[in-house]
């Protein structure tokens, strides 16, 4: 049958088709090609993730984003360099730029970005963590926690000086938790956290999405892709950012020789077919997971309508037609 929805709304991508916004070097034209490419994945809003690195990296890539007047461009979304610096919860993050949280290291990067950043993923643990916080919260900047070690009261101070979202809640976080508490266990249950997933099937098994939308409710619950540059590519060995990563045919991607996941590869669109896939739930309820809902939480609106042909038995969308109106 076919379906209509408001236009998919992104929180968390790092680059599509080649062009990753860690890159220095890259142009307004690169930034234009992937607004194009997602538009066609029915992607009407998102944001421009940039994780972890020196000031003056950052500054680069954020200053080319700024440049880029699209609305398309619902923000960027700093990812670090305020996070845990252990193995395992640091995730594909390099250790080196890790550093403590500082509200002037904040201010410079903000400027940088020409007032640009809208969400900032930091981990509680970090050392002068909760006085940034209150400061990004107080200036209208959203805050999420993510790739952290954090003990549960850590958490719940985090959320106390403004933190409002969990990035890619069972990710970024270490291989081995006790059974509880535990980091993951302490944001499920706090209410006053939304969450996002990366429903692609190798940061979540199905089990795992349904009982954490479960936990959250459908209204706390958001999808993103977190999609790297790699996305769209075959696979093979690349390097991001340095460092080599390995795509595999199952579009799994992973630093080279290392355990853990650098990103994912899917599309929103079809991590809101697995969302039903892994859940039962109705598309109905899941698309809002992907569009309206992570649009209300930054205080912006969606764009534009997507029409797509849903197989319910295959748990598929297909023929994606995006309209501005």
Known sequence: MQIEFPGLVDLQVNGFGGVDFHNPSNTTEDVFRVIDMLRAKGVMRFLPTLITSSFEQFAKCAKTLAQVRHPAIGGIHMEGPYISAEDGPRGAHPCEQVIKASIDDFKRRQEAANGGIRLVTIAPEVSGVVELIEHMAASGVRVAIG?????????????KAGATLSTH?????????PRHPNCIWEQLANDDLFASLIVD????????????????????????????????CAPG??????RKVVLNENGQVSPLGKPWLAGSTITLERA???????????IEDVLPMASSQPAKYLGIQTLGRVTADWNASECQLSNLQVYDT
């Open 201 to 232: 099937g190798h940061h979540l098994p199905p089990a795992t999405v349904k009982a954490m939308i479960r936990a959250k409710t459908l209204q706390r619950t958001f999808l993103v892709s977190d999609t790297l540059a790699v996305a769209g």
């Open 272 to 282: 809101v077919a697995n969302t039903v896939k892994f859940t039962a739930l109705p």
């Open 237 to 242: 060995i690349y390097e991001l950012d340095g």
């Open 147 to 159: 790739h952290t070690a954090a003990l549960p009261e850590q958490i719940r101070n985090a959320v």
């Open 169 to 177: 809640l069972g990710n970024g976080c270490p291989l081995s938790l």
